[in-house]
Every structure is written in structure tokens, then in C-alpha cells.
């Protein structure tokens, strides 16, 4: 490589030109990729604190409507499935209907009626 001092001459600044360059150096504002530079974090970080903001808003109402989703899907998935015995009736009687299709079972249900209106006990007496 080549040595830079047997390339270019040494010149010798003008009297006082050193000070005048360290004057005019320091008298100049910030350097414009200085400025653009800290604009462009304080814009980055602005985005970022809206972003959270924004999210920290939307986000509990999209995990409310997944967890209703969910519970609506498993109620749909439990119906579909139907029972896998046969109906139950306290109390009651049930009669099975013929639907038409075998995959649709209907029931006509209905409670005990007694022949005589129920009576309030009446107290003992002694």
C-alpha cells in the first residue's frame, strides 16, 4: 500500500484557521442525520406505544368472543351427538313417535296427573 504522506504534500493551515474551523464546528446545530436519526426513533417508539394501545383494547374483546365460540361449538357438538340412551322421565311418561328419518328421535312427554286435586295436610288433633 501506499504511504498517504508520499502521495500528498503536508500543507500547513493558515494562522489561525484552526481555531476558526473549531469555532464554525462548534456553532453549527446538530447534523441533519443526527436530527433524522432521533425523529425516526421517536416515531418508531410512538407507533409501538399505539400498537400496544390499540391491542391491549381489542384484544380481551377477541378472546371473549373465542371463548363464546368455543362454548358454542361444544353445545352444537353435544346436540349433534345426542343422547346415547334412552330418555329419562321422572315423574312422568314418555311415548317415542315415529320421526320419518333414524337419526331423529321424538318424544312426546308428559308429568303425572292425578285423578284427585292434591290436599293440604290437614293437622292431627289429639
Do not use: C, N
Amino acid at each position: 500500500m501506499h504511504e498517504p504522506h508520499a502521495l500528498l504534500p503536508w500543507l500547513e493551515p493558515p494562522g489561525g484557521g484552526l481555531r476558526r474551523l473549531q469555532a464554525a464546528i462548534s456553532e453549527q446545530p446538530d447534523s441533519a442525520p443526527h436530527r433524522h436519526r432521533s425523529r425516526r426513533l421517536a416515531l418508531i417508539g410512538a407507533g409501538l406505544a399505539m400498537t400496544m394501545t390499540v391491542g391491549a383494547m381489542v384484544l380481551p374483546g377477541i378472546w371473549h368472543r373465542q371463548q363464546q365460540s368455543r362454548a358454542f361449538t361444544a353445545a352444537i357438538a353435544a346436540a349433534l351427538a345426542g343422547p346415547k340412551q334412552d330418555i329419562v322421565v321422572a315423574d312422568g311418561a314418555a311415548l317415542a313417535i315415529h320421526s320419518g328419518r333414524p337419526d331423529i328421535r321424538v318424544y312426546l312427554v308428559t308429568t303425572r296427573v292425578s285423578a284427585e286435586p292434591e290436599r293440604a295436610p290437614t293437622p292431627s288433633r289429639r
